[in-house]
C-alpha cells in the first residue's frame, strides 16, 4: 500500500491544532496529532518542507521502517519540534495499518487490558473553597480521580487555574502573559488546599496535583513531605527534569508517588530516572514522544521498574492524540491513569471520534483505526491564531522562573 499523498490541516476552533492526514493508493486515510502549544507552525513546516516529501511513494505498512527513517535520517535527533513530527506520521500509519486490518488500533496493539481506562478530571479554582466544591461537582460526575489547583493568595494569576472552571486554557495571548510567582506563598497553601479537599471528598477518591516545575528539588521533597498526610496519588513535574538526578533528593524525603514527563520527547529523557526507579508514572504522551511506536518502546521499559503510565491528555493535545492515547491506554499492560481535559463543542465538531467517559472511565469505542476523523472543510473555518503560554516571574523582583 504506497502513500500518494500527505498534507497538515492547521486550525483553530477554540485553540490550535496541527494534523497530518495521509492519503494511500487503496484509498485508506490516516491521521496524527502534530500540536505543540505555542509553537505550532514549527512543526507544521517541518512536516511539510521535511517530511512530507520524503513519504511519498513509501509502503504505509512499513510504519517502523519509516520511524527509524524519520529519526535517524534526520541527523539531528529528539527534540519536542522533531518528535511530534514523527509522531503524526506514526499516529496515522497505525490508524491506517488498523484500518486495513478492520480492527480497533488496541487490537493490533496486543488487545484489551481493562475494561476501560481510568482518567482524571481537572478540578480548579480561584481559592479553597471554589476549589473544593469543583473537586465535589467531579466526584458527581462520576470521576474516580481527580486533580485539583487554586489559585494561591497573594499572587494574581498562577498556572491551572483559568478564567472559568472546566476550560482552561493557558495559551491565551497573542504574546507571552507574565504569571508571578513565589514559592514561600505556594509551599504554605497547598497542604492547606489539600487538607480541605481530603476532608470533603473522602479517603477513597485519587487526588493528583501538577506542581508544573516551579519547585527546587529540596521544595519539592518539603511539599511531598506536607502532602503524605492527605496520600495523593501523584504529585507531577515536582522540579525541571532535565537533570534527572534532581529526584533523588526528592524521592529520598516522601513517600507522595512522583510524576513526571509530559515534556519529553524520546525515552533518553527518562531512562534514568525510571532505571533508578525515581519515579512512579511516566506522562509521556502520543503526540510528542514519536507516537504509538516509541511510546510503547517507553512503557515497556517503564514496566521492568514497575513504573506505570500515565499519558498528558490537556486540551492543547487534540481529540487525534486523546484517541490514540485511549487505544494505547486500552492494551498497555502497566497502566496507570490517562488525562482527560475535555475538549470544547466546536473541538469536538471538527474531530469526531468513537471515544466516551462513563462514571470514570474512558472507551476507546470499536471502530476501525484509532476512531478520530477530521472534517477538514468545517476546520478551514479556523484560521491558525498566534498563541503563547505564559512565562512566570518572582512576584518580588522579577527574576524569570519556570511556568
Ligand atoms: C499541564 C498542561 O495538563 C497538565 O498536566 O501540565 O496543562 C500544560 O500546562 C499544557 O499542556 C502546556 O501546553
Ligand atoms: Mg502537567
Known amino acids: ?19 497530518l ?26 512536516l511539510s518542507e521535511h517530511v512530507i516529501p520524503c513519504l511519498i511513494g513509501r509502503d504505509a505498512h512499513q510504519i517502523e521502517d519509516i520511524w527509524q527513517y524519520l529519526y535517524r535520517g534526520a541527523y539531528w535527533r529528539r527534540g519536542p519540534v522533531t518528535m511530534s513530527a514523527i509522531a503524526a506520521v506514526d499516529t496515522a500509519l497505525w490508524d491506517i495499518k488498523a484500518k486495513a486490518a478492520n480492527m480497533p488500533l488496541y487490537q493490533l496493539l496486543g488487545g484489551r487490558s481493562r475494561t476501560g481506562v481510568m482518567v482524571y478530571g481537572h478540578a480548579n479554582g480561584r481559592d479553597i473553597s471554589q476549589t473544593v466544591e469543583e473537586v465535589l461537582r467531579h466526584k458527581e460526575m462520576g470521576y474516580l480521580a481527580i486533580r485539583a489547583q487554586s489559585g494561591v493568595p497573594g499572587l494574581d494569576k498562577v498556572y491551572g487555574v483559568g478564567k472559568g472552571t472546566t476550560f482552561y486554557e ?3 495571548a497573542d ?15 497547598t497542604p492547606r488546599l489539600f487538607e480541605a479537599v481530603r476532608q470533603a471528598v473522602g479517603p477513597d477518591t485519587h487526588l493528583l496535583h501538577d506542581v508544573h516545575h516551579r519547585l527546587t528539588p529540596i521544595e519539592a521533597a518539603r511539599l511531598g513531605k506536607s502532602l503524605e498526610p492527605f496520600h495523593l496519588f501523584w504529585m507531577e513535574d515536582a522540579t525541571p527534569a532535565e537533570n534527572q538526578e534532581a529526584f533523588r533528593l526528592i524521592r529520598q524525603h516522601t513517600t507522595t508517588p512522583l510524576a513526571v514527563g509530559e515534556v519529553f520527547n524520546t525515552i533518553w ?32 521499559f517503564a514496566a521492568m521498574f514497575q513504573v506505570r503510565t500515565g499519558c498528558h491528555g490537556a486540551t492543547d493535545l487534540s481529540p487525534v492524540c486523546m484517541g490514540a492515547a485511549l487505544h494505547f491506554d486500552t492494551w498497555v499492560p502497566n497502566f496507570g491513569v490517562q488525562e482527560l481535559m475535555p475538549h470544547n463543542e466546536l473541538t469536538n465538531e471538527v474531530f469526531a471520534h468513537a ?14 483505526g484509532h476512531g478520530v476523523e477530521i472534517d477538514e472543510k468545517l476546520a478551514a473555518k479556523y484560521p491558525y491564531q498566534r498563541a503563547y503560554l505564559p512565562v512566570n516571574r518572582l512576584a518580588h523582583d522579577g527574576t524569570l522562573t519556570n511556568w
Open 1 to 19: 500500500m504506497k502513500i500518494t499523498h500527505a498534507r497538515v490541516i492547521v486550525c483553530c476552533p477554540g485553540r490550535n491544532f496541527v494534523t
Open 21 to 46: 492526514k495521509i492519503e494511500t493508493d487503496e484509498g485508506l486515510t490516516g491521521i496524527g496529532d502534530a500540536t505543540l502549544n505555542g509553537r505550532e507552525l514549527a512543526v507544521a513546516s517541518y
Open 170 to 172: 493557558p495559551a491565551d
Open 175 to 189: 504574546l507571552p502573559g507574565e504569571h508571578d510567582w513565589s514559592s514561600e506563598k505556594y509551599l504554605l497553601h
Open 269 to 300: 529523557d527518562c531512562k534514568d530516572l525510571i532505571q533508578n526507579q525515581l519515579i512512579d508514572y511516566i506522562r509521556t504522551t502520543v503526540v510528542h514522544a514519536g507516537g504509538i511506536t516509541h511510546l510503547r518502546r517507553i512503557a515497556d
Open 355 to 368: 471515544y466516551s467517559f462513563d462514571k470514570g472511565l474512558m472507551h476507546c469505542g470499536e471502530t476501525a
